[in-house]
């Protein structure tokens, strides 16, 4: 049996058991696992399929790439149809991602012999001449960029298996909007968004791109967010692969896309947040992708190649507002690469065809990445509401008050240069003598080589983060721009590559500094340090080992193939038998929410009060039913859906409409998060103790019982 036809038979398998999954209501938590693991490969698979079929002939990273981006938009466009149909259920998902990928055996025999043999870049700019070169560069710089390679891969395993048991940490926003809507999402099986009484309520009209992908991984599992809580790291994964991708693309050798893969994913913020389930990276992937689907688009026009590049620009769109330009400026650049590239070209597109491949780009784009600004523009008028629109001063979209770019710089205060980019806490402490260099250097180098598409591409660091201070208001962090960080590292290789020998000595310097760095930084146990080291001193010395025979070649891909595959295998089953030991811990470093899972029946519904922080009193099996209970008379506006009210609903209001609320919602407890700026519900607490009465109370939460009026009355006063 080949390779494909075996692809084919696990596909098949893998499809059968997500289809078992939907008919069944609950599983033990290891076939869940197995059941999350034939998710991901059934998606995998949807996507290759797609990348198959439009743009068969990319180079291997450059098609993986797409093939992760075609399968994040598969998923993304079937949630959102569920959701608008309030079908948004495991069950209901996991059959349609099984019988897609049951379609994708059909796609098999339409391609047949498998994908079409990868095609270098056409023409890549700033290639240097291999002729003449030494017999041991080559040689070298393959054992150093494989050190890399599973120095980054051992890292990120090794940090998982350490973090799986832990208690709830995520991302900056993970407990606040991020994970909220996926719990939200998960008992009213709809795509509606919730309004937050304190903190910036904008986030009930953002993109949803992220938030979907955490649903997603929430699907086998049902009740517990064990892999839903990393939702960006696939798309980490795929950012490091998408920097080599770009790398290629624009002619650097393999060890100098390594090397900017490894400046880039050796970052400790860039790591870190990998862990989460926020929309950073899910926005720099996205980013990559595009630019990566560009190029190729110009270097050789087809409609496949167009139509990528559409996806890919709707996941860019749908995952962050600052998509928008992100995405603008993408497009720009294209534009430029076209006028260059296509003068005197013999393959290029007439009028017609242009506007044909702009309208599919547009169309794809659309399909992908435009349900949120359409869900907006009709509740609101505003496809980017609450953030107004203005060119040239002229209004074109308003806002809601206080959500302009003025209003936010005002509340977050200047930017602090020094701190975001020359701080080791902060980026890392290599840049300084490599990435902000480079971001300034490599574009004024290869424009006075009249290399105009290569300088356009390095320039995009310094355009994405003038856009950052721009319309970002937020300016503490470097998430917002990492897609900028990744192209400043592959700027920072290209230049190496103009050094000659001294690059490649520069190169192989950096490669095994980076990479024992990272291995000293992660802090592995002392046996996984000798056996990493051990694997990485057989690395160096593979590339010397004689040539194998076509035979032996293939029974080597065969074997390391089947040994990934058991390794993946055994991982899913030894982490399915530990999500128990995870579930156990999730909400340790907080007591209110630890009172809260002791105290209070399974399914208790739990009215919130206070700062965006709420997710983690849907209970460690998102059990409970969290309600940020309206102070106006209406309960329709207490969430943001299609057609539905817009306005936050909480005026001033008076006691007995509030407390009226938490009857007809049924109510039982309330949870209250403490700061220095208290709507009122806090005072009308404490001030009627014969309605509630206080069960938890620490440094920052409390926990109010219900205890007065039933469920369903009320009274006046």
């Not at 949630?79 to 991602?97: C, D, E, N, T």
């Not at 840049?431 to 009249?450: E, H, S």
């Not at 660091?461 to 503490?476: G, K, M, S």
Request: positive net charge; charged residues 15%; aromatic residues 10%.
């Amino acid at each position: 049996m080949n390779g494909d036809r075996l692809a084919q038979a696990v596909t098949a398998i893998a499809a059968v058991l997500l289809a078992t999954a939907a008919a069944m209501s609950t599983l033990d938590r290891r076939p869940q696992a197995l059941v999350a693991l034939a998710l991901l490969y059934c998606l995998w698979r949807i996507g290759r399929a797609g990348q198959r079929l439009l743009v068969p002939d990319l180079e291997a990273t450059s098609a993986a790439v797409a093939a992760f981006a075609l399968a994040a938009a598969f998923a993304h466009v079937v949630a959102i149809v569920l959701g608008q149909g309030g079908w948004m259920l495991p069950a209901p998902f996991l059959l349609v991602v099984s019988i897609a990928a049951l379609l994708t055996l059909l796609v098999a025999r339409a391609v047949p012999g498998g994908v079409t043999p990868a095609a270098p870049p056409a023409a890549p700019p700033g290639a240097p001449p291999a002729a003449g070169e030494p017999w041991w560069r080559a040689r070298l710089e393959t054992a150093l960029g494989l050190a890399m390679v599973v120095a980054l891969v051992g890292g990120y395993v090794a940090r998982a298996i350490r973090f799986f048991v832990q208690p709830l940490v995520g991302g900056p926003d993970d407990l606040s909007y991020h994970l909220t809507a996926v719990a939200v999402w998960a008992r009213h099986a709809d795509l509606r968004m919730v309004k937050f009484a304190m903190g910036f309520a904008g986030t009930a009209f953002y993109p949803i791109l992220p938030e979907i992908s955490s649903w997603v991984l929430l699907t086998p599992f049902g009740d517990t967010d064990v892999a839903a809580r990393w939702a960006e790291l696939p798309y980490l994964v795929f950012s490091l692969l998408a920097v080599v991708a770009v790398a290629r693309r624009l002619g650097l050798r393999w060890s100098s896309a390594v090397l900017a893969c490894g400046l880039y994913g050796f970052i400790e913020r860039v790591f870190t947040l990998g862990f989460a389930a926020g929309n950073d990276h899910s926005s720099a992937f996205a980013v990559l992708a595009a630019l990566d689907a560009a190029i190729a688009a110009v270097q050789r026009p087809r409609r496949g190649r167009f139509a990528l590049l559409g996806v890919c620009l709707g996941l860019v769109v749908a995952s962050k507002y600052t998509g928008v330009y992100y995405a603008a400026t993408l497009l720009l650049v294209m534009a430029l690469a076209m006028a260059v590239e296509w003068r005197g070209a013999a393959e290029r597109l007439s009028p017609r065809g242009l506007l044909m491949a702009a309208g599919l780009v547009a169309a794809c784009a659309a399909i992908v990445g435009g349900y949120t600004y359409l869900r907006n523009l009709v509740a609101t008028g505003n496809p980017l509401y609450p953030q107004p629109l203005a060119i040239a001063g002229r209004q074109i979209f308003p806002g809601a008050p206080g959500s302009s770019l003025a209003d936010l710089h005002d509340v977050f205060g200047p930017i602090d240069y020094r701190q975001l980019l020359l701080s080791p806490s902060t980026l890392a402490d290599y840049a300084r003598f490599t990435l902000l260099p480079a971001a300034l250097l490599a574009p004024l180098l290869a424009a006075l080589r009249r290399r105009w598409v290569l300088a356009a591409v390095l320039a995009l660091p310094l355009i994405f983060f003038a856009e950052f201070v721009a319309f970002t208001f937020d300016h503490r962090e470097i998430r917002y721009f990492f897609a900028a960080i990744a192209l400043a590292a592959v700027a920072f290789a290209w230049l190496t590559e103009q050094l000659g020998n001294a690059g490649l000595l520069l190169r192989a310097v950096l490669l095994f500094l980076l990479t024992f760095r990272f291995l000293a930084w992660i802090d592995l146990p002392l046996h996984h340090e000798r056996v990493l080291a051990a694997g990485l001193v057989a690395l160096l010395a593979w590339p010397w080992r004689r040539a194998p025979s076509a035979r032996e070649a293939v029974i080597a891909r065969r074997v390391a193939a089947a040994a990934a595959a058991i390794g993946v295998l055994v991982l899913a089953l030894a982490a399915g038998s530990r999500v128990e030991s995870y579930q156990r811990v999730k909400l340790a470093r907080s007591p209110a929410a630890m009172v809260l899972e002791r105290e209070v029946p399974a399914g208790t519904t739990v009215g919130y009060v206070g700062l965006n922080q709420p997710y983690l009193f849907f209970g460690s099996r998102l059990q409970n039913d969290v309600r940020i209970v309206p102070r106006a008379p209406s309960l329709q506006a207490e969430f943001f859906r299609w057609g539905g009210v817009v306005e936050a609903p909480f005026p001033p209001g008076r006691y007995w409409r509030w407390r009226t609320s938490l009857g007809r919602l049924g109510v039982t407890h309330v949870v209250v998060f403490r700061s220095p700026y208290e709507d009122p519900e806090r005072r009308w607490l404490a001030n009627h103790p014969a309605d509630f009465s206080r069960l938890h109370a620490d440094d920052q939460l409390e926990i109010w019982r219900v205890t007065g009026w039933g469920v369903t009355g009320g009274r006046g006063g």
